[in-house]
């Protein structure tokens, strides 16, 4: 009983907030000291454009895990596809060492959602 | 509790601050894989203290030089950024070069108008984030080289 009523809370969340993971446990330290190890974010993904210092969760093509990290740098492209940096506040460089071999950008095809709170 | 908090945040009406001053463009090149990149000197001032509540964890903030280009309906590019721990850092007046390249995804920076707009984003102890900004226009890159 217990278990179908929080699969049934996931689902909705799911659902209300339109992410595959609506819930998060952030897991490094890249983020601190706004996000800690252990912290949980909520997230969300609406169809609004990305925008430099949303804090996104993606995941890198060929790894299991997502990353938490605010966006550094969009160009946004006339037809709306749009290339994204990013970085971990905590962090000395930019993600693309994190990225997959040769990419230089995340689109939004990477992105799982928006970190709200 | 997230919700109380939230809700709370809400009553606070801040007035933040902020003066830009680009002092020099160090140099402006077009790299050998094609894209512009500018290195610039800059006075960044702010006041930021009323967005500070008993909710506030930090306010990351970061400056992002913002233009257009034919190929790019929009360019953000964070040239600096900055954790405020705490109130008493809120207001603050820095002297730098930018932090983070600025470079393009082309060569359209030449004689190019930008803005330079500061973001704050406010990381609260629990309950949902909240940003804004303060755009400053009227910034532009030399129409050749340097």
């Known amino acids: 009983?217990?278990?179908?009523?929080?699969?049934?809370?996931?689902?909705?969340?799911?659902?209300?907030?339109?992410?595959?993971?609506?819930?998060?446990?952030?897991?490094?330290?890249?983020?601190?000291?706004?996000f800690k190890r252990g912290d949980i974010l909520f997230l969300h993904m609406s169809k609004e454009p990305i925008r430099a210092g949303e804090i996104v969760v993606?995941?890198?093509?060929?790894?299991?895990?997502?990353?938490?990290h605010r966006v550094i740098k969009v160009h946004e492209h006339e037809d709306g596809e749009v290339d994204v940096l990013t970085k971990g506040d905590n962090n000395f460089g930019d993600d693309r060492l994190l990225y997959a071999q040769g990419q230089m950008w995340l689109q939004r095809h990477h992105i799982m959602g928006r970190a709200v709170g | 509790m997230c919700a109380i908090a939230s809700i709370s945040d809400n009553f606070s009406s801040p007035s933040p601050t902020s003066q830009v001053q680009v002092l020099?463009?160090?140099?402006?090149?077009n790299k050998p894989d094609g894209d512009d990149e500018v290195s610039m000197t800059m006075n960044i001032s702010a006041d930021l203290q009323s967005l500070f509540t008993w909710n506030t964890?930090?306010?990351?903030?970061?400056?992002?030089?913002?233009?257009?280009?034919p190929q790019n309906s929009l360019n953000q590019v964070s040239l600096w950024d900055g954790i405020i721990p705490a109130k008493e850092h809120a207001k603050?007046?820095?002297?730098?070069?930018?932090?983070?390249?600025f470079v393009d995804q082309g060569s359209n920076l030449?004689?190019?108008?930008?803005?330079?707009?500061?973001?704050?984003?406010?990381?609260?102890?629990?309950?949902?984030?909240?940003?804004?900004?303060?755009?400053?226009?009227?910034?532009?890159?030399?129409?050749?080289?340097?």
């Open chain 2, 110 to 146: 030449r004689g190019r108008d930008f803005n330079l707009t500061l973001h704050w984003h406010v990381m609260p102890k629990t309950g949902k984030m909240f940003a804004d900004k303060i755009v400053m226009t009227g910034f532009y890159l030399p129409q050749s080289y340097r």
């Open chain 2, 24 to 29: 020099n463009i160090n140099w402006f090149r």
């Open chain 1, 1 to 34: 009983m217990i278990v179908t009523s929080a699969l049934i809370i996931w689902k909705g969340l799911m659902c209300i907030t339109g992410s595959e993971s609506p819930v998060v446990v952030v897991l490094s330290g890249s983020m601190e000291p706004g």
């Open chain 2, 92 to 101: 603050f007046y820095i002297h730098t070069t930018n932090k983070y390249r």
């Open chain 1, 58 to 68: 993606f995941n890198v093509d060929g790894r299991e895990i997502p990353i938490v």
């Open chain 2, 57 to 69: 964890k930090q306010v990351f903030v970061f400056l992002a030089a913002e233009y257009e280009t």
